[in-house]
């Protein structure tokens, strides 16, 4: 039996990663190196695929069958090395945080050297979209388990803090 001083292990978590991207030219600045928005773009592609691969639930699914909506409600990113034109990504994706009705997805974009160039937090609200309404509503327990699963230790849940 355990002692009740001690906590158990936390489970282990796995993060979703996203790779084969590419830093395109229409992707960068003057300066030759990617446009701050387009990071955001970038980790948006990886949330797509993590809804589609890790919570098994394609778009028609989720947007059409299931009525639901996860707008985007806040981001932050900590740029911390340029990216340029031509290089790779694999973008490293967490649950930072699981609320009763939103989550915040944590991402940590690295180039094909393995180095961190960017941390992006975005948050997003669940919402019913049934019959033309846009009202917050809890995570669906069958997500929320899944999602679980993706949920990074807490030294990880604010990146760039």
Do not use: W
Request: hydrophobic content about 40%; aromatic content about 10%.
């Amino acid at each position: 039996m355990m002692d009740p001083a001690e906590t158990p292990p936390s489970p282990p978590t796995r993060a979703f990663v996203h790779e084969g991207s590419r830093v395109r030219f229409q992707d960068v600045d003057h300066a030759g190196i990617v446009f701050f928005a387009k990071i955001f773009e970038y980790c948006h592609v990886a949330y797509e695929e993590f809804v589609e691969q890790a919570l098994g639930l394609t778009p028609k699914e989720f947007f059409e069958a299931r009525r639901l909506g996860a707008p985007l409600v806040a981001t932050r990113s900590d740029h911390r090395h340029p990216l340029f034109h031509g290089d790779r990504m694999r973008i490293e994706c967490r649950v930072g945080r699981l609320g009763r009705s939103s989550m915040a997805m944590n991402y940590q974009i690295f180039n094909q050297d393995n180095m961190l160039c960017a941390l992006v937090e975005m948050k997003h609200a669940f919402v019913t979209t049934a019959e033309g309404r846009f009202e917050s509503v809890a995570i669906p327990e069958g997500i929320r388990a899944s999602l679980m699963g993706y949920l990074a230790p807490e030294e990880e849940a604010a990146p760039g803090r």
